[in-house]
């Protein structure tokens, strides 16, 4: 057993200092266990925590312990994490002061003074210290330490101070009087906001306070109700305690939301997500929207309908087209989720082809027919991502490709133009399966085959199992009639063959 664990670290033990250097290197680089929306701040508050992983390794052997030593000792570290506070300014100083080239504090700066004094920075002397790094408020309470005649510091003078902002907050409160205390205590600090069973909409533009760090900002509200006594919409805006919004959502929606997106969007919101009740869809009110000139910076809407029941077509063409008439041309992405029962009219894709054409996602979760699908793909120049899980079978594309064969000849034969070069990912399924299944994948496969970008396909579990077979099938079918391939053109079918098609995720 002695032996086993040996072994591998005797090898270890060997390596050239190089490797060794850029092992370590990555040990204290690495980020576990961090999301991307938070990456930046992570990496800040995370400093003691990768200094530690560099000290663990550096116990393997003395070729170890000289390439860890500018990793746990060129940074002092003073960071707040759950209410602690975490520093190795007492190890860098009893140990290898001359190694320290910067300091990090992540929090408050008086708290921070104060624990680096009792660890006893000020009573060592840092020779190589140049730079000091402050993420958070009272950033001169830590300036005023550096700079201190008490302290042995040599380069004080030239030492580089960046005060850099606190890391990201994020609250999700109930509306009640405590938590709106929490609130407005944090409005300089807080970045993303969630407020959970509001009563109505005034009370949001009511706050008292002004949040001017928040970017994003989530409504759930619970008996919302039209007020008849809010303010003109200019008043509103110049009173809106959120002036650097960049994200609204707003969920349980059962009112005219002008009033809202008049109230709280402005020149920086760039996207909007309404998502409303299937039982007030038919309302009138609620359908009244004009997102251009409510939000004229906004780059993606994402409208959905939830509920147990499925909403008519009329209610849900009705819907789609206050979102789609009233969206500005330069809208990027746009998301329709609505649970309707029948299929959108074709003259409501000829609209949204016509006034969008700068898109680059789109993603509509209602009933759509494969042909209208092509038609999108073939007006929408800068498409790039199209997902339509929903798409009905009983009415499929006037071509013959019903069978694989068919379909060789079409495409070999250069029948069909190119439809798209900019779209890059493709994910279909289907509202029903009306029709055979190897029927539904040459027809996919006819769509896949005439966009000549397409990286991405995929579909249901089973599908695209299908799918992938008649693709297969296709590439046995040209090695089997070689004078195809040298006469006919199969340029589609290396593009379907080095296309990815997966089940969904």
Same mark, same amino acid.
């Given at each position: 057993?002695?032996?086993? =664990?040996?072994?591998?670290?005797s090898?270890?033990?060997?390596? #050239? /200092?190089?490797?060794?250097?850029?092992?370590?290197?990555?040990?204290?680089?690495?980020?576990?266990?961090?999301?991307?929306?938070?990456?930046t701040?992570?990496?800040?508050?995370?400093?003691v925590?990768?200094?530690? @992983?560099?000290?663990?390794?550096a !116990?393997?052997?003395?070729?170890?312990?000289?390439?860890?030593?500018?990793?746990?000792?060129?940074?002092?570290?003073?960071?707040?994490a759950?209410g602690?506070?975490?520093?190795?300014?007492?190890?860098?100083?009893?140990?290898?002061?001359?190694?320290?080239?910067?300091?990090?504090?992540?929090?408050?700066?008086?708290?921070?003074?104060?624990v680096?004094?009792l660890?006893?920075f000020?009573?060592?002397?840092?020779?190589?210290?140049?730079?000091?790094q402050?993420?958070g %408020?009272?950033a001169?309470?830590?300036?005023?330490l550096?700079?201190?005649?008490?302290?042995?510091?040599?380069?004080?003078g030239?030492?580089s101070?960046?005060?850099?902002?606190?890391?990201?907050?994020?609250?999700?409160?109930?509306?009640?009087?405590?938590?709106l205390?929490?609130?407005r205590?944090?409005?300089?600090?807080?970045?993303?906001?969630?407020?959970?069973?509001? #009563?109505?909409?005034?009370?949001?533009?009511?706050?008292?306070? @002004?949040?001017?760090?928040?970017? &994003?900002?989530?409504l759930?509200?619970a008996d919302? $109700?039209?007020?008849?006594n809010?303010?003109? /919409?200019?008043d509103? $805006?110049?009173?809106?305690?959120?002036?650097?919004?960049?994200?609204?959502?707003?969920? !349980?929606?059962?009112?005219?939301?002008?009033?809202?997106?008049?109230?709280?969007c402005?020149?920086?919101?760039?996207?909007?997500?309404?998502?409303?009740g299937?039982e007030?869809?038919?309302?009138?009110?609620?359908?009244?929207l004009?997102?251009?000139?409510?939000?004229?910076?906004?780059?993606?809407?994402?409208?959905?309908?939830?509920?147990?029941?499925?909403?008519?077509?009329?209610?849900a063409? &009705?819907?789609a $087209?206050?979102?789609?008439?009233?969206?500005?041309?330069?809208?990027q992405?746009?998301?329709?989720s609505?649970?309707?029962?029948?299929?959108l009219?074709?003259?409501?894709?000829?609209?949204?082809?016509?006034?969008?054409?700068?898109?680059?996602?789109?993603?509509? @979760?209602? #009933?759509?027919?494969?042909?209208?699908?092509?038609?999108?793909?073939?007006?929408l120049?800068?498409?790039?991502?199209?997902?339509?899980?929903?798409?009905c079978?009983?009415?499929?594309?006037a071509?013959?490709?019903?069978?694989?064969?068919?379909?060789? =000849?079409?495409?070999?034969?250069?029948?069909? @133009?190119?439809?798209?070069a900019?779209?890059?990912?493709?994910?279909?399924?289907?509202?029903?399966?009306?029709? #055979?299944?190897?029927?539904?994948?040459?027809?996919?496969?006819?769509?896949?085959?005439r966009?000549?970008?397409?990286?991405?396909?995929?579909?249901? /579990?089973?599908?695209?199992?299908?799918?992938?077979?008649?693709?297969?099938?296709?590439?046995?079918?040209?090695?089997? %009639?070689?004078?195809?391939?040298?006469?006919?053109?199969?340029d589609?079918?290396?593009?379907?063959?080095?296309?990815?098609?997966? /089940?969904?995720?």
């Amino acid at each position: 057993m002695v032996g086993f =664990v040996c072994a591998p670290l005797s090898g270890l033990a060997q390596l #050239p /200092p190089d490797v060794v250097f850029m092992i370590v290197r990555q040990v204290y680089a690495a980020q576990t266990g961090l999301d991307g929306a938070s990456r930046t701040s992570a990496v800040r508050r995370n400093v003691v925590r990768r200094i530690a @992983r560099a000290l663990a390794v550096a !116990g393997v052997s003395r070729t170890w312990r000289q390439a860890a030593v500018p990793f746990v000792y060129g940074t002092v570290a003073c960071e707040q994490a759950d209410g602690r506070w975490r520093t190795n300014a007492k190890l860098c100083a009893r140990a290898a002061p001359q190694w320290a080239r910067q300091l990090v504090v992540v929090g408050d700066g008086r708290q921070a003074r104060r624990v680096l004094e009792l660890a006893g920075f000020g009573r060592a002397r840092w020779p190589r210290l140049q730079r000091v790094q402050v993420v958070g %408020h009272e950033a001169a309470a830590v300036c005023a330490l550096v700079t201190c005649d008490r302290l042995a510091l040599p380069r004080a003078g030239a030492c580089s101070v960046r005060v850099a902002p606190a890391e990201v907050c994020e609250l999700t409160l109930p509306w009640n009087a405590h938590s709106l205390a929490v609130l407005r205590a944090a409005a300089a600090s807080v970045e993303q906001v969630r407020l959970l069973d509001i #009563p109505h909409a005034r009370s949001v533009l009511q706050l008292q306070a @002004r949040f001017p760090r928040v970017r &994003a900002l989530s409504l759930l509200f619970a008996d919302l $109700r039209a007020d008849a006594n809010a303010a003109s /919409p200019r008043d509103r $805006r110049a009173l809106s305690p959120f002036p650097r919004l960049q994200r609204l959502r707003a969920s !349980g929606v059962s009112f005219d939301v002008r009033e809202l997106l008049q109230a709280l969007c402005g020149a920086h919101t760039s996207r909007v997500e309404l998502e409303v009740g299937a039982e007030q869809l038919a309302s009138s009110r609620l359908l009244a929207l004009d997102l251009a000139r409510q939000v004229p910076g906004i780059r993606a809407i994402d409208v959905a309908c939830v509920g147990p029941a499925h909403v008519t077509a009329d209610c849900a063409a &009705a819907l789609a $087209r206050q979102v789609v008439r009233t969206a500005p041309a330069h809208l990027q992405h746009l998301r329709l989720s609505i649970r309707a029962c029948a299929a959108l009219p074709r003259a409501l894709f000829d609209s949204l082809s016509v006034r969008c054409t700068q898109l680059r996602t789109l993603e509509l @979760r209602v #009933p759509v027919r494969l042909a209208d699908c092509e038609s999108l793909v073939a007006r929408l120049p800068r498409l790039e991502r199209l997902r339509v899980p929903y798409v009905c079978t009983d009415e499929l594309p006037a071509n013959e490709v019903r069978t694989l064969d068919k379909l060789y =000849v079409v495409m070999s034969k250069r029948q069909s @133009r190119v439809l798209s070069a900019s779209l890059q990912a493709l994910h279909v399924g289907f509202w029903d399966y009306r029709q #055979p299944t190897r029927a539904l994948c040459c027809h996919v496969i006819h769509l896949a085959a005439r966009l000549p970008g397409l990286l991405l396909v995929s579909a249901d /579990p089973q599908f695209s199992i299908a799918l992938r077979s008649a693709v297969d099938g296709l590439h046995l079918m040209r090695q089997r %009639h070689a004078r195809w391939s040298s006469a006919d053109s199969t340029d589609w079918l290396d593009h379907l063959i080095a296309a990815t098609i997966r /089940p969904h995720a």
